[in-house]
């Protein structure tokens, strides 16, 4: 994971007992009310690299490394499998999909790209 090339991040922003959530992000924020699904993208053009990982970093909890997608397989972790979707093709691009933000899903999103150890 230490040569993992970090290509942006995202935070979503749930305030609480407001009902809605933010993702800041490129291009411009995106609303979401709670309950609702946010997807966020990825996309890189290493042509070495065939994984993208995703990583959620929050104050509370610090990083928790939240799944992969190593070619065309889509590996999300135990914890996570009912929460997110995986898709995309990890030597290009991906995309992470939160299933009903809530406020325990305030975060600064990473996504990286990696490449296979062989
Ligand atoms: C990858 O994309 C960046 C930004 O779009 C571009 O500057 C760079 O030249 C591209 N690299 C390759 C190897 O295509
Ligand atoms: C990846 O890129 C292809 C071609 O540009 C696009 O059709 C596809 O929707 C993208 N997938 C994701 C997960 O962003
Ligand atoms: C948020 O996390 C707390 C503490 O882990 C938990 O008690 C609560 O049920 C969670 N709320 C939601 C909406 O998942």
């Not at 928790?64 to 979707?85: H, N, V």
Request: hydrophobic residues 40%; glycine residues 6%; charged residues 15%.
């Amino acid at each position: 994971m230490i040569n993992a090339f970090i290509i942006f991040s995202v935070t979503l922003l749930c305030l609480p007992g407001s009902g809605v959530c933010s993702v800041f992000q490129t291009p411009p924020d995106l609303i979401k009310n709670l309950n609702e699904i946010a997807e966020i993208k990825c996309a890189h053009n290493v042509s070495s690299y065939d994984r993208i990982l995703w990583y959620k970093h929050s104050q509370d909890t610090g990083f928790t490394f939240m799944g992969y997608i190593f070619a065309t397989s889509l590996k999300p972790e135990e914890e996570f499998t009912t929460k997110i979707k995986l898709s995309g093709d990890g030597s290009k691009n991906g995309s992470l999909t939160i299933n009903s933000v809530s406020v325990n899903d305030s975060a600064v999103y990473y996504c990286a790209a990696y490449y296979t150890v062989l």
